[in-house]
């Protein structure tokens, strides 16, 4: 067997691979540098400056509007309306009839009892003229006072009575809406309608929890409507000085001047809850949460030959409250550190930063 045709092959096959390997080497070489012209990983963010801010810790509580000037109008007794002097909506002035009920019957028997009474009057005082002449027994006389205070008692009654049948308006205000007319009948204690004062001010009713916080006469809790438009200060005019026994709260009565706000409609009271406290705003995208909680990425200038000028650096930070468009942090950052604001949501630890936009203030 000759050994030179093996030693052909096999330096063919030497040869033959090692040029192929040498090509693919190139390949991945010219792969790993095109790979390595291409830049690192970036995003492009927003970027506001955390500030130093006060944060007063509070919460919201329900309360109630109340008018210090309301009124139900309703019978007092029965009758039929023969008078309803103002329709829904007007303005009413103080003691202006404002229901008057079927009253000719009483008023007749009241007009016989004060001529009973009247002659009755008359007969005592010409008694007593003759009772000085010894003319007239003090029987009679007796008879005479007994009758007339019998009379005058009577006619009190019914006086009573048609002063129940007319009511009047205590205060001038504004008559509410109602669907009784003229010749309807009034049952005992059936509503007519409701009387709100004109003045300003408005008592704001609440309860606050045993424990959240103590409020005193003279206090100022802000008021805010149901949509949570600020309303106005109002002052602590009342403190309950007992806790209901089933929700373990006490009632708190606060008075402001805003007529805007109806009787009987609902607010938000916001109550002080602890101290003044010095923290940090930054904006609402700003914070991010994780599983380990509530962080934000602080814009730090990156080192000196790096693709671009900012990395972004996670700091874990506590919320205490927040606003319509801010939150108050404390944590892992001090006042001014520029903070990623639109874009946040997309961003990692070390990553690299573009800043679409600088603080106004830069």
């Known amino acids: 067997m000759k050994a030179k045709p093996w030693l052909i092959t096999i330096t063919v096959c ?76 007007e303005t009413v002035p103080a003691d202006a009839e404002v229901l008057v009920l079927f009253d000719d019957d009483v008023e007749a028997q009241r007009d016989a009892l004060q001529a009973d009474l009247n002659l009755v009057e008359t007969q005592l005082s010409r008694n007593l003229t003759l009772e000085a002449d010894s003319l007239v027994s003090q029987d009679q006389l007796d008879v005479l006072k007994a009758r007339k205070l019998s009379l005058s008692a009577q006619i009190a009654v019914l006086q009573a009575r048609l002063s129940r049948m007319t009511v009047r308006a205590p205060f001038a205000g504004t008559m509410g809406i109602y669907s009784q007319r003229v010749g309807d009948l009034m049952r005992f204690g059936e509503e007519l309608t409701t009387l709100t004062g004109l003045k300003p001010t408005r008592w704001i009713d609440f309860k606050v929890p045993q424990g959240l916080a103590s409020i005193v006469v003279g206090d100022t809790v802000d008021i805010r409507d149901v949509n949570g438009v600020f ?50 705003s930054v904006p609402k995208r700003s914070v991010r949460w994780d599983p380990q909680g509530p962080h934000v990425f602080v814009v730090e200038e990156a080192e000196a030959d790096a693709f671009l000028p900012h990395r972004a650096s996670i700091r874990r930070v506590e919320v205490r409250g927040e606003t319509r468009d801010k939150l108050f942090v404390r944590g892992e950052m001090v006042p001014g550190e520029l903070v990623a604001n639109k874009g946040a949501f997309k961003l990692e630890d070390k990553l690299f930063v573009s800043v679409q936009a600088r603080p106004t203030d830069q």
């Open 231 to 280: 309303a106005g200060p109002a002052r602590v005019i009342a403190v309950s000085a007992a806790l209901a026994q089933k929700t373990r709260t006490y009632d708190v009565r606060a008075e402001l001047e805003a007529p805007t706000l109806k009787h009987g409609s609902l607010v938000q009271v916001v109550v002080d809850t602890g101290p003044l406290e010095n923290l940090m």
């Open 14 to 89: 030497l040869a033959v691979t090692g040029s192929l390997a040498g090509v693919k080497f190139l390949q991945v070489s010219k792969a790993m540098a095109f790979m390595e012209s291409f830049p690192p990983p970036f995003e492009t963010v927003t970027v506001a400056r955390a500030e130093a801010d006060d944060w007063q810790p509070t919460r919201l509580l329900s309360g109630t509007v109340q008018s210090p000037e309301y009124l139900v109008i309703s019978a007092e007794t029965p009758g039929r309306i023969v008078q309803l002097p103002y329709q829904s909506g």
